[in-house]
């Protein structure tokens, strides 16, 4: 989960958070009436209190931190290691639960947090995966923005905490993967803006202190985490096994860019093994790389039981023990589950670990909380302490879930059908399983939403429809086909919105295949066969299909796909639909055949092709294979075309030392670090500047993407993304877009041992089908 919900992790009959989550259910009828956050050193209740140092909000949070923990027995420092922090009632600080959740919105998942009569339900944003093909930063961390502050009303009334174990920035590798949807997708760069955007939407105060939080993001799940549970491979027990290219060049830039860009209160350590070593016992990927060379300003947590997990399931361990003091010597900080809480002390007596290393875990977590101002008193006299009930589910806030929506939406095919004129159109059909679904179009990690438009109820407010599922639901095991080429044969245009829901893809749910499930792809071959009017088709998943026959049957006219699209999905579907909106989605994955996975193991955690063995890669940046759709595709309803206004010389040339060896041997690449590489270095750094013309009748927002191919040394990506901006463009207006490329930094490739290296000889810059060679030499 950021957690796994202890929904989905019933099949697993596991120990502490599944039965500390039931107990919390029975007692969250009562709690409902809880108004009041929970909170420490309230001395206007308490006035002894304000003797204590780390209730003094005058001294730097890290001497108040030293004076909390100074003031505790090991028993209660203990106490603070597990996401249902005991409170310690003679220095006036309250039980703490750490599990909230929020990936696109603020989350039931988890008992931190809970909706009552006073707020029943919060905005409702779209799936990740669907908010990430914006291609839009301003978004991401917009978004972040509403949930926060939703997020802070409802803790001032009692109903959630202040640590949110969100956004899941891994990379969505293999087609197949359940938890895909949670994802900003498949490339590092996309990943890694999306990541620190909703990061600093989140964290960010309005006062602009940076020690200070609205509220505790957490990017997980640490690291090379995407295998669930396929074909009996479950993520328990699985071994990521990762060279260190494909480590530092893929899974590490998202959550290095969360450290370093976002400034994130914690990462989250995943159930996975990384090359045999379990990640929440791992001392380099945690006190090395999180802490040591990414600087991390918070805490480590483990996923929930993780920690029991390595214990029983992996037997990495050979007592309990042993396993608290291996993740705690690691750089554990946090434990979702009760395993430390039950056997770090018996691991302090035993020597396995001592009490200075529970000393620093809990001070990275006291850390975080300082920072949330837990530690100030009433929070009702602190900045947010006028955010209230009034704040959740306003207009503002749900408006900006249907703009997500609409952001996100991808037009796969156009026939020239599209978009649909609601004067000429008398009747439509809308046809399909996912037709008229409310909780499917809010994917996993879900809240109550403030309210829904299912896509029939949107269709529906613009045109008049007749309706029928076609299925059942989504598995479709059987189609009522007549019916539904009977209604298609009879409507001026028909609708079909088909896809999958969390039965078919979610936690602990990775797919097989990749075609459309049950009788699904026969129900649309037989309604476009029968049609009187154009065929639309609407994809609600969060994984891509192979939808071959769709795209090549002449008688559909349009492909959509629309993610998991939130609260408001129905109401952006029929806006696109419909033309009152111009779609500027592009696909953050790639859409491989069926044949793709026939032939790759979803095990095989390598993205470079290997052609000793016909491997043919992973993504767009090393997969040349055949697509059903590729990353970044994605159509409009104008049309919109490059120049180059501006582009970097023919020929960059970098000034070595006099002593460099490359001076005296032919290199293939060079460091991408050293005096050729510093600020001020000549010739480092040059700009891009793509002028943009929207040449349609209509205005159209579009997504310019800077891609480069590097030199084929080290492995390189075939291409890879440097930038993306997204621009606003009226009819017939044109604008200039400008790229600033380090070429350093961003010309460079990752080597075999983790280098960053920059390839000499020739780099190829595209913009659309605009290209432009360079010459890197000494």
Same mark, same amino acid.
């Given at each position: 989960?950021?957690?796994?919900?202890?929904?989905?992790?019933?099949?697993?009959?596991?120990?502490?958070?599944?039965?500390?989550?039931?107990?919390?259910?029975?007692?969250?009828?009562?709690?409902?009436?809880?108004?009041?956050?929970?909170?420490?050193?309230?001395?206007?209740?308490?006035?002894?209190?304000?003797?204590?140092?780390?209730?003094?909000?005058?001294?730097?949070?890290?001497?108040?931190?030293?004076?909390?923990?100074?003031?505790?027995?090991?028993?209660?420092?203990?106490?603070?290691?597990?996401?249902?922090?005991?409170?310690?009632?003679?220095?006036?600080?309250?039980?703490?639960?750490?599990?909230?959740?929020?990936?696109?919105? *603020?989350?039931?998942?988890?008992?931190?947090?809970?909706?009552?009569?006073?707020?029943?339900?919060?905005?409702?944003?779209?799936?990740?995966?669907?908010?990430?093909?914006?291609?839009?930063?301003?978004?991401?961390?917009?978004?972040?923005?509403?949930?926060?502050?939703?997020?802070?009303?409802?803790?001032?009334?009692?109903?959630?905490?202040?640590?949110?174990?969100?956004?899941?920035?891994?990379?969505?590798?293999?087609?197949?993967?359940?938890?895909?949807?949670?994802?900003?997708?498949?490339?590092?760069?996309?990943?890694? %803006?999306?990541?620190?955007?909703?990061?600093?939407?989140?964290?960010?105060?309005?006062?602009?202190?940076?020690?200070?939080?609205?509220?505790?993001?957490?990017?997980?799940?640490?690291?090379?985490?995407?295998?669930?549970?396929?074909?009996?491979?479950?993520?328990?027990?699985?071994?990521?096994?990762?060279?260190?290219?494909?480590?530092?060049?893929?899974?590490?830039?998202?959550?290095?860019?969360?450290?370093?860009?976002?400034?994130?209160?914690?990462?989250?350590?995943?159930?996975? %093994?990384?090359?045999?070593?379990?990640?929440?016992?791992?001392?380099?990927?945690?006190?090395?790389?999180?802490?040591?060379?990414?600087?991390?300003?918070?805490?480590?947590?483990?996923?929930?039981?993780?920690?029991?997990?390595?214990?029983?399931?992996?037997?990495?361990?050979?007592?309990?023990?042993?396993?608290?003091?291996?993740?705690?010597?690691?750089?554990?900080?946090?434990?979702?589950?009760?395993?430390?809480?039950?056997?770090?002390?018996?691991?302090? %007596?035993?020597?396995?670990?001592?009490?200075?290393?529970?000393?620093?875990?809990?001070?990275?977590?006291?850390?975080?909380?300082?920072?949330?101002?837990?530690?100030?008193?009433?929070?009702?006299?602190?900045?947010?302490?006028?955010?209230?009930?009034?704040?959740?589910?306003?207009?503002?806030?749900?408006?900006?879930?249907?703009?997500?929506?609409?952001?996100?939406?991808?037009?796969?095919?156009?026939?020239?059908?599209?978009?649909?004129?609601?004067?000429?159109?008398?009747?439509?059909?809308?046809?399909?399983?996912?037709?008229?679904?409310?909780?499917?179009?809010?994917?996993?990690?879900?809240?109550?939403?403030?309210?829904?438009?299912?896509?029939?109820?949107?269709?529906?407010?613009?045109?008049?429809?007749?309706?029928?599922?076609?299925?059942?639901?989504?598995?479709?095991?059987?189609?009522?086909?007549?019916?539904?080429?009977?209604?298609?044969?009879?409507?001026?245009?028909?609708?079909?919105?088909?896809?999958?829901?969390?039965? !078919?893809?979610?936690?602990?749910?990775?797919?097989?295949?990749?075609?459309?499930?049950?009788?699904?792809?026969?129900?649309?071959?037989?309604?476009?066969?029968?049609?009187?009017?154009?065929?639309?088709?609407?994809?609600?998943?969060?994984?891509?299909?192979?939808?071959?026959?769709?795209?090549?049957?002449?008688?559909?006219?349009? !492909?959509?796909? *629309?993610?998991?699209?939130?609260?408001?999905?129905?109401?952006?579907?029929?806006?696109?639909?419909?033309?009152?909106?111009?779609?500027?989605?592009?696909?953050?994955?790639?859409?491989?055949?069926?044949?793709?996975?026939?032939?790759?193991?979803?095990?095989?955690?390598?993205?470079?092709?290997?052609?000793?063995?016909?491997?043919?890669?992973?993504?767009?940046?090393?997969?040349?294979?055949?697509?059903?759709?590729?990353?970044?595709?994605?159509?409009?309803?104008?049309?919109?075309?490059?120049?180059?206004?501006?582009?970097?010389?023919?020929?960059?040339?970098?000034?070595?030392?006099?002593?460099?060896?490359?001076?005296?041997?032919?290199?293939?690449?060079?460091?991408?670090?050293?005096?050729?590489?510093?600020?001020?270095?000549?010739?480092?750094?040059?700009?891009?500047?793509?002028?943009?013309?929207?040449?349609?009748?209509?205005?159209?927002?579009?997504?310019?993407?800077?891609?480069?191919?590097?030199?084929?040394?080290?492995?390189?990506?075939?291409?890879?993304?440097?930038?993306?901006?997204?621009?606003?463009?009226?009819?017939?207006?044109?604008?200039?877009?400008?790229?600033?490329?380090?070429?350093?930094?961003?010309?460079? *490739?990752?080597?075999?041992?983790?280098?960053?290296?920059?390839?000499?000889?020739?780099?190829?810059?595209?913009?659309?089908?605009?290209?432009?060679?360079?010459? !890197?030499?000494?």
């Amino acid at each position: 989960m950021g957690s796994s919900s202890p929904l989905t992790r019933r099949n697993r009959a596991p120990s502490s958070v599944l039965s500390l989550f039931l107990v919390f259910l029975c007692f969250s009828a009562s709690s409902n009436a809880q108004s009041t956050p929970a909170f420490a050193c309230d001395v206007a209740g308490n006035s002894s209190l304000s003797a204590y140092g780390f209730c003094n909000a005058a001294l730097k949070i890290e001497a108040r931190v030293a004076d909390l923990v100074g003031r505790l027995t090991l028993q209660e420092k203990i106490g603070f290691l597990v996401n249902k922090a005991n409170g310690v009632t003679r220095l006036g600080i309250p039980t703490y639960e750490w599990w909230s959740e929020a990936l696109h919105g *603020v989350s039931y998942i988890g008992p931190g947090t809970h909706f009552s009569g006073q707020v029943p339900g919060a905005t409702s944003f779209p799936q990740v995966i669907l908010t990430a093909a914006s291609f839009n930063v301003s978004l991401f961390q917009a978004i972040g923005k509403v949930v926060s502050t939703e997020a802070r009303a409802m803790y001032n009334v009692g109903l959630a905490g202040l640590t949110y174990w969100s956004p899941n920035v891994n990379i969505f590798r293999d087609p197949r993967w359940g938890r895909g949807q949670e994802t900003p997708g498949e490339d590092p760069l996309l990943s890694s %803006k999306y990541a620190s955007g909703y990061v600093k939407g989140l964290q960010e105060t309005d006062g602009g202190d940076a020690n200070r939080l609205k509220v505790a993001a957490c990017c997980k799940h640490y690291t090379a985490y995407d295998v669930d549970n396929w074909k009996g491979i479950e993520r328990y027990t699985f071994n990521a096994v990762v060279n260190q290219q494909d480590m530092d060049d893929t899974y590490q830039p998202p959550f290095k860019s969360c450290v370093i860009d976002g400034n994130v209160a914690s990462v989250m350590c995943s159930y996975n %093994k990384v090359n045999g070593i379990p990640t929440c016992a791992d001392p380099d990927l945690l006190s090395g790389v999180i802490r040591g060379e990414w600087k991390l300003n918070g805490y480590i947590v483990s996923d929930c039981d993780s920690v029991d997990v390595l214990y029983k399931n992996q037997h990495y361990t050979k007592t309990p023990e042993e396993a608290a003091a291996i993740s705690i010597n690691a750089g554990l900080d946090l434990n979702c589950g009760s395993f430390l809480g039950q056997h770090t002390e018996a691991a302090v %007596k035993a020597g396995l670990v001592n009490e200075t290393a529970i000393d620093k875990a809990i001070s990275n977590n006291f850390l975080t909380l300082m920072r949330l101002g837990f530690f100030d008193g009433d929070p009702k006299k602190q900045i947010y302490g006028g955010l209230g009930p009034k704040d959740v589910c306003t207009p503002a806030n749900q408006e900006l879930a249907a703009e997500a929506a609409r952001q996100g939406i991808v037009l796969l095919k156009n026939t020239g059908s599209l978009p649909l004129s609601p004067t000429t159109i008398k009747t439509l059909a809308v046809i399909g399983p996912n037709a008229n679904v409310t909780k499917t179009m809010i994917g996993n990690y879900e809240g109550t939403p403030c309210k829904y438009t299912t896509p029939l109820q949107g269709l529906a407010g613009t045109v008049s429809t007749t309706y029928l599922p076609g299925c059942s639901n989504v598995a479709c095991a059987v189609a009522d086909v007549d019916a539904a080429t009977k209604l298609a044969a009879d409507a001026d245009a028909t609708v079909l919105v088909i896809g999958a829901d969390q039965s !078919i893809e979610a936690e602990s749910r990775d797919r097989v295949d990749l075609n459309l499930p049950g009788k699904q792809q026969d129900l649309v071959t037989q309604v476009a066969k029968a049609a009187k009017g154009p065929v639309l088709l609407v994809i609600m998943s969060g994984g891509g299909f192979d939808i071959t026959f769709a795209k090549d049957d002449p008688k559909i006219a349009g !492909i959509l796909w *629309v993610g998991y699209p939130g609260e408001a999905g129905g109401i952006a579907i029929a806006e696109v639909i419909f033309g009152r909106y111009n779609p500027s989605g592009r696909l953050p994955m790639t859409w491989y055949p069926q044949s793709y996975v026939e032939k790759v193991p979803m095990t095989n955690m390598n993205m470079r092709p290997d052609t000793s063995n016909g491997y043919p890669g992973r993504t767009y940046r090393f997969y040349t294979g055949e697509t059903v759709y590729a990353f970044g595709d994605g159509l409009s309803y104008t049309k919109f075309s490059h120049s180059l206004v501006k582009a970097p010389p023919r020929v960059v040339p970098l000034r070595l030392e006099e002593n460099h060896v490359c001076r005296s041997s032919e290199c293939q690449s060079l460091d991408a670090l050293g005096p050729h590489c510093e600020k001020n270095a000549v010739g480092t750094a040059f700009e891009v500047h793509v002028k943009v013309r929207n040449g349609g009748d209509r205005e159209g927002i579009h997504t310019v993407f800077l891609f480069t191919t590097p030199p084929t040394v080290h492995g390189s990506p075939r291409k890879h993304l440097l930038g993306f901006e997204k621009i606003r463009l009226g009819k017939r207006e044109e604008a200039v877009v400008k790229f600033k490329v380090d070429v350093c930094k961003d010309l460079s *490739v990752v080597d075999e041992v983790g280098k960053r290296k920059i390839g000499l000889g020739q780099h190829l810059l595209h913009v659309g089908d605009l290209k432009h060679s360079l010459s !890197i030499r000494i």
